[in-house]
């Protein structure tokens, strides 16, 4: 009797640590894929704001070109060249939102993985074409208005802070972004490693 009641209780504990297994890996699980969603969530809100700020962008390089158009031929090829820039930026952050908005927390976990992958190789092929292509030819011209409207030595003082300034800003969001990227990636491939058992 006592043997069979024992039994009884061992399988009811049994069944209930189970339970609580079960219960425990559902909670781990909703909470990565909360946290996953929330950074993925981040991603795509400075995406949008990028977007809207290169389309308010386009209009502004357009107004100030009208605006200085045969007084400085030097700021009317910086302002071209910052428009153009800003035009094909848009349809590259239109791009990576599209890929972006395809990451989906609840359903395939290996696609996810290969999105924010996807996304990660666009940002560093992004930051080296602005760093080695874009950002020195842009310093080049803005050197090139300088001379030409003759400016002053605060002026220059203004442009080699602001270029010592986007220098360590890229590095350190290209820094920051990869560590967001890589916490979204180690939280799928533990989500499908949960999965699985």
Same mark, same amino acid.
């Given at each position: 009797m006592?043997l069979d009641?024992?039994k /009884?209780?061992? #399988?009811?504990?049994?069944?209930?640590? %189970?339970r609580?297994? =079960?219960?425990?890996?559902?909670?781990? +699980?909703?909470?990565?894929?909360?946290?996953a969603g929330?950074? #993925?969530n981040r991603f795509i809100?400075? /995406?949008m704001?990028?977007f #809207?700020l290169?389309?308010? +962008?386009?209009?502004?390089?357009?107004?100030?070109?009208? +605006?200085?158009r045969?007084?400085? $031929?030097?700021?009317?090829?910086y302002?071209?060249?910052a428009g153009?820039?800003?035009?094909? +930026?848009?349809?590259?952050?239109?791009?990576k $939102?599209?890929g972006? @908005?395809?990451?989906?927390? !609840?359903?395939?976990?290996?696609n996810?993985?290969?999105c924010?992958?996807?996304?990660? !190789?666009? $940002?560093k092929?992004? @930051? %080296?074409i602005?760093?080695?292509?874009?950002?020195p030819?842009?310093?080049? &011209?803005?050197?090139?208005?300088f !001379?030409? #409207? =003759?400016?002053?030595? &605060?002026?220059?003082t203004?442009?080699?802070?602001?270029?010592?300034f986007?220098?360590?800003?890229?590095r350190?969001? $290209?820094?920051?972004y990869? %560590?967001?990227?890589g916490?979204?990636?180690r939280?799928? /491939?533990?989500?499908n490693e949960?999965?699985?058992?």
């Amino acid at each position: 009797m006592e043997l069979d009641n024992l039994k /009884e209780a061992w #399988v009811a504990l049994d069944n209930r640590l %189970k339970r609580n297994e =079960k219960l425990c890996e559902k909670i781990i +699980l909703a909470e990565m894929r909360s946290k996953a969603g929330k950074k #993925v969530n981040r991603f795509i809100a400075l /995406e949008m704001f990028s977007f #809207v700020l290169l389309l308010l +962008l386009i209009p502004l390089c357009i107004w100030f070109f009208n +605006l200085v158009r045969g007084k400085f $031929l030097s700021i009317e090829v910086y302002l071209i060249y910052a428009g153009v820039i800003c035009l094909v +930026l848009t349809f590259w952050v239109a791009y990576k $939102l599209h890929g972006l @908005m395809k990451f989906d927390v !609840i359903k395939n976990v290996s696609n996810n993985i290969l999105c924010m992958n996807r996304y990660n !190789i666009q $940002l560093k092929q992004e @930051m %080296k074409i602005l760093n080695c292509f874009v950002g020195p030819v842009f310093v080049a &011209l803005a050197v090139v208005v300088f !001379i030409d #409207v =003759k400016a002053t030595m &605060l002026h220059w003082t203004v442009l080699v802070c602001v270029i010592i300034f986007a220098t360590f800003a890229s590095r350190w969001s $290209l820094k920051k972004y990869n %560590k967001s990227i890589g916490s979204v990636v180690r939280s799928m /491939e533990e989500i499908n490693e949960l999965k699985e058992e």
